[in-house]
């Protein structure tokens, strides 16, 4: 079956960009979910002063009518005031072990950032270099410290198998 994405606007619907990680990570034992709290402000515009020079998209993939997948896409004013480069970023890549998934919500989320004239894609990180940042290559057996992410083994592969150059004349 195909893979279906959907949108979700920051602050107001976000329970299945939130739920996916319990999906995605539910019997890894070294995952340490996070604080309900914590996501629901981060993900909210109000509550974070981040959206206050970024934009952010979230999308969330299913299969089946499952949840198998999650991304974001954030256009970082600071980080283009700063660096002039015309990069946008991309976070929170969980997905279960399924190229075609990956693909579907890499995909998406670098045509939102292309629409926003964005020639680079960075990542992934949450929404921002300041917080979680990379894909965890080795010690899954270990649990995250404190910013520092948790993937599953498959993630590496995906978004490799994925890559390619987004840059555009």
Not at 17 to 28: K, L, M, P, S, Y
Not at 50 to 71: C, I, N, P, Q
Request: hydrophobic content about 40%; charged content about 30%; proline content about 5%.
């Amino acid at each position: 079956m195909a893979v279906e994405i959907h949108e979700h606007a920051p602050g107001k619907d976000t329970r299945d960009f939130t739920q996916v990680a319990f999906d995605i990570f539910g019997d890894d034992p070294a995952w340490v979910a996070p604080l309900h709290m914590v996501m629901s402000e981060k993900l909210d515009p109000k509550k974070d002063p981040f959206y206050s020079h970024a934009e952010v998209a979230l999308f969330t993939a299913r299969k089946d009518g499952k949840r198998v997948g999650r991304v974001s896409a954030t256009v970082d004013q600071a980080w283009l005031a700063q660096y002039r480069d015309d990069t946008g970023h991309i976070g929170y890549f969980d997905t279960i072990d399924d190229v075609e998934v990956a693909r579907a919500l890499l995909d998406r989320a670098e045509g939102w950032l292309r629409e926003r004239k964005m020639k680079r894609v960075n990542g992934p990180m949450s929404f921002n270099a300041n917080q979680e940042i990379g894909l965890l290559v080795d010690g899954f057996e270990h649990p995250p410290q404190l910013d520092m992410g948790h993937s599953r083994r498959w993630q590496g592969k995906l978004i490799e198998a994925c890559a390619r150059s987004t840059a555009r004349t």
